[in-house]
């Protein structure tokens, strides 16, 4: 699994709404087969943007407050916060590429 | 059924229901037409989670999505392997049953079972 920092129900608040920098939420469950494939992306991605973008995943089967909260369905899903809002997700086993190109789109604005 | 929290959690599938669900997904590949991703690993994780909500739930509900209510779904059975959109579309998003034309798509339609374990959050 990806090795971003684990966020909870009770962390989420202080750890992704609150952040300065915008934040990438890797909701993810333990026997889901594409968010290994998706976690792996996830961790070059934490590295590319190291210091712009948070990355932190978050595992629905422990945590479903969150996950109930942002309409969570298909995993994994990956959801961009910034300011505290989401303003971005995108679902399934996406190629790196998709992550970034989202990314850029809103680190531009 | 019960649905305790600890017995939804960190630990496999009886090796029962996994081979059951190995025996399920090699047959319905073949039926389909469809093959297994090219690396085992997401294979095998895919089954172990079928496996563990037929243990848990009685019924192999999808482990790829996210549900409020696991026993609700399974009682709706539109997620339940195969999922409805698979049985029309043969749309998997969980990447066990893969068309050709999938990036990640293997030549295999039997399952080489690969040590896997629980991922911790």
Not at chain 1, 60 to 68: K, L, Q, S, W, Y
Not at chain 2, 108 to 113: A, F, G, I, N, S
Request: charged fraction near 25%; aromatic fraction near 8%.
């Amino acid at each position: 699994m990806s090795s971003a920092v684990a966020v909870t129900d009770s962390s989420f608040e202080q750890d992704v709404i609150s952040s300065d920098i915008p934040v990438l939420v890797d909701f993810w469950a333990p026997w889901c087969g594409p968010c290994r494939v998706v976690a792996t992306v996830v961790d070059e991605i934490a590295s590319q943007y190291e210091g712009k973008v948070k990355v932190v995943k978050l595992n629905t089967d422990e945590n479903p407050g969150i996950a109930t909260q942002y309409g969570i369905r298909s995993i994994p899903t990956l959801m961009l916060f910034k300011g505290g809002q989401k303003v971005d997700s995108v679902v399934g086993a996406v190629p790196k590429t998709t992550i970034a190109n989202t990314i850029e789109k809103h680190l531009a604005e | 059924m019960s649905t305790a929290p600890e017995s939804l959690g960190n630990s496999k599938s009886s090796d029962k229901s996994f081979e059951a669900m190995r025996k399920f997904a090699e047959t319905y590949a073949k039926r389909t037409g469809t093959y297994f991703c090219a690396d085992p690993s997401i294979t095998t994780v895919v089954i172990e989670g079928l496996a563990k909500h037929k243990d848990d739930l009685g019924a192999p509900l999808c482990p790829c999505r996210y549900y409020e209510d696991k026993e609700a779904e399974v009682k709706n059975t539109y997620w339940n392997c195969p999922c409805v959109p698979m049985r029309e579309r043969k749309e998997c998003h969980c990447m066990l049953f893969l068309t050709s034309d999938n990036p990640f798509v293997g030549d295999k339609q039997e399952l080489e079972v690969v040590e896997v374990s629980y991922e911790q959050a």
